[in-house]
């Protein structure tokens, strides 16, 4: 059976992020981030349109990952997730490929992914730039850009 990826609604990618990835998280989430590369932040990123991308196999949702331009000039990849029996298969490597695609003028690309999906983001191209630190919610992440 076969994978189609496609573009999604705020409400559609905020129903899986706050039901699967962030399900403790007490502050509001947001369709943008303010957060700049290696952590400074700008309220300027609100400007932007957000990308929302939706991986569906059959009719089930089973991943998902938003982008945005950041008022610095580069990109961020931010939500990546993927339904649990589906990991392993490549669906968030392919995610991430399709997001790079959407980064146009953009001098780099980059994430702040958790420790346990950096192989993901590894695979795909994305080079470690900073120490694995513990975010609001206990989770070790890190800086990495394509």
Same mark, same amino acid.
């Given at each position: 059976?076969?994978?189609?990826?496609?573009?999604? =609604?705020?409400?559609?990618?905020y129903?899986v992020w706050?039901?699967?990835?962030?399900p403790?998280?007490?502050?509001?989430?947001k369709?943008?981030?303010?957060?700049?590369?290696?952590?400074?932040?700008?309220?300027?990123?609100s400007?932007?349109?957000?990308?929302?991308l @939706?991986?569906?196999?059959?009719?089930?949702?089973?991943g998902?990952?938003?982008?945005?331009?950041?008022?610095? @000039?580069?990109y961020?990849?931010r @939500?990546?997730?993927?339904?649990?029996?589906?990991?392993?298969?490549?669906?968030?490597?392919?995610?991430?490929?399709?997001?790079l695609?959407?980064?146009?003028?953009?001098?780099?690309?980059?994430?702040?992914?958790?420790?346990?999906?950096?192989?993901?983001f590894e695979?795909? @191209?994305? =080079?470690?730039? =900073?120490?694995?630190?513990?975010?609001?919610?206990?989770?070790?992440?890190a800086?990495?850009?394509?």
């Open positions: 059976m076969s994978i189609i990826l496609k573009e999604i =609604s705020w409400d559609s990618i129903k706050r039901k699967n990835l962030w403790n998280r007490n502050i509001y989430i369709s943008i981030s303010t957060r700049l590369y290696l952590g400074e932040t700008d309220e300027k990123n400007i932007y349109n957000p990308i929302f @939706g991986c569906y196999k059959a009719d089930k949702l089973i998902v990952n938003s982008s945005h331009k950041c008022s610095d @000039g580069s961020r990849s @939500g990546l997730w993927v339904d649990p029996e589906h990991r392993g298969e490549g669906i968030g490597q392919t995610i991430l490929r399709q997001t695609e959407f980064k146009g003028n953009s001098t780099f690309v980059w994430s702040y992914p958790r420790q346990s999906s950096w192989s993901t695979n795909v @191209g994305f =080079s470690l730039t =900073s120490d694995w630190i513990p975010d609001d919610d206990g989770i070790l992440r800086y990495c850009r394509f």
